[in-house]
Nanobody
Framework: QVRLVESGGGLVQPGGSLTLSCTFT????????MGWYRQAPGKQRELVAT???????NVVDSVKGRFNISREKGRNLVYLQMNNLKPEDTAVYYC????????????WGPGTQVTVSS
């Protein structure tokens, strides 16, 4: 059974950094890899970063050069390192296994709130 739990969010000033953690159970990672999604108030949830089963990573243009996704080897743990945060990064962040096309494989976890504000 897949279970996803996100942590590490908080309030940070513009230009600051945060590292989010995703703890997962089940074997879906070995089929789908992992992605970080975010949902800002009044907006649709979007996929912002992915890591494949072989460790290849990708991020969307709006966070390129600022966000980095990684997996801790040997553990069911995926990180999202976020640097130079901007107010527009404010959102609830979720992890999930992205299917072909980006849709989530599993039920959503609780998410973790990231607020970027001075």
């Amino acid at each position: 059974q897949v279970r996803l739990v996100e942590s590490g969010g908080g309030l940070v000033q513009p230009g600051g950094s945060l590292t989010l953690s995703c703890t997962f159970t089940g074997s879906a990672f070995y089929y789908y890899g992992m992605g970080w999604y975010r949902q800002a108030p009044g907006k649709q949830r979007e996929l912002v970063a992915t890591i494949t089963t072989t460790g290849s990573t990708n991020v969307v243009d709006s966070v390129k050069g600022r966000f980095n996704i990684s997996r801790e080897k040997g553990r069911n743990l995926v990180y999202l390192q976020m640097n130079n945060l901007k107010p527009e990064d404010t959102a609830v962040y979720y992890c999930n296994h992205p299917r072909e096309g980006g849709g989530p494989f599993a039920s959503w976890g609780p998410g973790t709130q990231v607020t970027v504000s001075s």
